[in-house]
């Protein structure tokens, strides 16, 4: 069983998609902080620590969909 389970994980791709990284890195070098995102089919969810930063980012979702090269909706969540 642990062979299938390992030839399985062998075989898969844990790298973060380009977006994720571009969002990640947009966050980080506007505004310092670390924020957690989630790539879905149809959309990016951006989940940030503070009110403050989720309302800064939408402020600037323009600037954030150009860095990510994407369409996709982006819905911030606070946690």
Known sequence: MSNA????LANRDFDEPAEMRAIK???QDIFQVDVEVL??????VITST????ANSLRLKVTE???AANTEK???????
């Open 39 to 44: 790539v879905r089919e149809r959309d990016i």
């Open 64 to 66: 954030l969909r150009k």
């Open 5 to 8: 389970l390992a030839d399985l």
């Open 25 to 27: 890195k947009f966050v």
């Open 73 to 79: 909706r982006v819905i911030f969540r606070i946690r």
């Open 50 to 53: 503070s009110a403050a930063l």
